[in-house]
């Protein structure tokens, strides 16, 4: 269902309700209108592709039927494969904190909409946009800069305030991934004891990757405060973590634009 578009000059923002949250496309290409809705028609395509094979939510998709044993894995479509495989990896980068059976039933979710959004934005890249921001979420990949600027902005939503950023970034063709408790609830668990992450409240990661990116939030919230000095390993990669007791923490190289710029996403 589309929800919004908004076309200045050679700009086309989009908004449609797609996995369960609104996604929002803005292509800043200087590309005639018509070419620009044909990318934009391409994203939601897959994203609606991708929630039909792999939404926990509905009972005849491909990762449903595969976790109660319906279906083969080769029998699946070859991107469930894909991303098997790359949990699996991700389970082993992370000490088993990453865990798509925790809980005792097949959920890559925490994977699959960074994995969706990156993958939406690689084919972008291939047909011809340098300049694209694709937010599921609160999970973002931007590439380029909308015009005037050379990198995008995205707010990092505050964990108690709705309305309110914890953070403003910079960035250029690099991914923003946050996992928290603020809107879902407890609902990461540590899947060596069983019991919900409780001691972070939100953790941003930036990244070359979304997919990675979103895991490596996910991770990191699942240890709890052990998560903090586990991100800084994280070659390649920095982050931004607010704990339940309300302590704002930061790496150093996290581009934070200065209080007195302001500004929010876009």
């Not at 578009?5 to 989009?14: A, C, D, E």
């Not at 005639?32 to 009972?59: C, H, M, N, Q």
């Amino acid at each position: 269902m589309r929800e919004q578009r908004t076309m200045t000059g050679h700009s086309l923002v989009r908004v449609e309700h797609v996995m369960g949250m609104p996604i929002s496309l803005d292509l800043d290409d200087d590309l005639p209108i018509d070419e620009l809705e044909r990318l934009a028609d391409g994203v939601f395509d897959w994203l609606r592709l991708v929630d039909r094979i792999f939404s926990t939510y509905k009972p005849d998709s491909e990762i449903s039927r595969l976790g109660r044993g319906e279906l083969r894995r080769e029998d699946c479509s070859p991107v469930v494969g894909e991303v098997l495989d790359r949990c699996a990896e991700l389970w082993d980068e992370t000490g088993g904190y990453f865990d798509i059976n925790v809980g005792g039933r097949l959920d890559p979710s925490g994977y699959v909409k960074g994995w969706a959004v990156q993958r939406a934005c690689d084919q972008l890249l291939e047909q011809g946009s340098r300049n694209h921001c694709l937010n599921a979420g609160g999970d973002v990949f931007v590439r380029g800069g909308p015009h005037g600027r050379q990198r995008w902005r995205v707010g990092v939503r505050h964990p108690w305030e709705a309305l309110a950023v914890a953070w403003v970034l910079e960035v250029s063709d690099a991914a923003v991934a946050t996992s928290g408790t603020y809107e879902r609830g407890l609902h990461v668990l540590n899947p060596y004891t069983g019991a919900p992450a409780t001691q972070l409240r939100s953790v941003t990661v930036v990244g070359p990757d979304l997919g990675t990116a979103d895991a490596y939030a996910t991770a990191a919230l699942a240890m709890g405060l052990a998560g903090i000095d586990w991100l800084a390993t994280l070659q390649g990669h920095e982050s931004a973590v607010v704990t339940e007791d309300g302590r704002a923490l930061r790496s150093d190289g996290l581009p934070v634009v200065p209080p007195k710029s302001g500004g929010g996403e876009g």
